[in-house]
């Protein structure tokens, strides 16, 4: 357990519904990252908060995936008018330097 | 162009092997390097961050070359609990970039 937790750990939703995860990273890095990793792929980097400031998020996959950290603590990541495509493990990550701890993730299956 | 390409393997090596994984990085920004190790259906975990003159922690070796923009992982004496896949990360700015993978299964 690194001290990062995921919730929920698994969602099964049908295409066009709305999804919300959550991210609870350690208490005192402040820096909190969101990544997307499909079968057979590494992570795939999607954006980042430093406090609640959102530092990069033009690697996000689409307009309808957003992703907010409103008091610099939890982070929430949604996705909007779900997609079959949008079926993948998505990976939350804190750190406070250059060394990452990953949630144990959220996997989401769109029917 | 990817940030990071590596090959995906499958590396198949019998207990006590000796293996080298590679990668490359494409940003000549890159300003840090790593490897993690990912268990089948786990999260990924930091395996050893990488340096220029490099590194080793105990049976594991990494090694930077920034002007070809390589990095290497070794394995020496291999264990069946090293069967994992391995993570090529690099960092750009804070934003961080993995490789798809090296998939080994060390076989008794």
């Known amino acids: 357990d690194t001290g990062v937790s995921q919730d929920p750990r698994h969602k099964i939703t049908k295409r066009g519904q709305n999804v919300t995860f959550r991210c609870d990273p350690i208490?005192?890095?402040?820096?909190l990252y969101w990544y997307r990793q499909t079968l057979g792929q590494g992570p795939e980097f999607l954006t980042y908060f430093q406090n609640e400031a959102q530092l990069e998020k033009s690697r996000l996959l689409s307009d309808r995936f957003s992703a907010e950290r409103p008091k610099g603590s939890f982070s929430t990541l949604e996705i909007q008018r779900t997609e079959q495509g949008d079926s993948a493990m998505y990976l939350c990550?804190?750190?406070?330097?250059?060394?990452?701890?990953f949630g144990p993730g959220t996997r989401l299956l769109v029917l | 162009r990817k940030e990071v390409e590596q090959d995906p393997g499958p590396f198949n090596v019998p207990e006590g092997a000796t293996v080298a994984f590679n990668c490359t990085y494409s940003?000549?920004?890159?300003?840090?390097f790593f490897w993690y190790r990912q268990d089948c259906r786990k999260e990924p975990k930091l395996l050893m961050s990488?340096?220029?003159s490099g590194n080793e922690d105990g049976r594991f070796t990494a090694q930077l070359n920034r002007a070809s923009q390589y990095i290497s992982l070794l394995i020496r004496d291999s264990k069946l609990s090293d069967s994992a896949t391995y993570l090529c990360?690099?960092?750009?700015?804070?934003?961080?970039?993995f490789g798809t993978g090296t998939s080994l299964t060390v076989i008794p």
């Open positions: 990360v690099v960092n750009i700015g804070n934003q961080f970039y």
């Open positions: 208490s005192e890095h402040n820096r």
């Open positions: 990550a804190s750190a406070s330097q250059e060394t990452q701890y």
């Open positions: 940003n000549s920004a890159s300003q840090s």
């Open positions: 990488v340096y220029s």
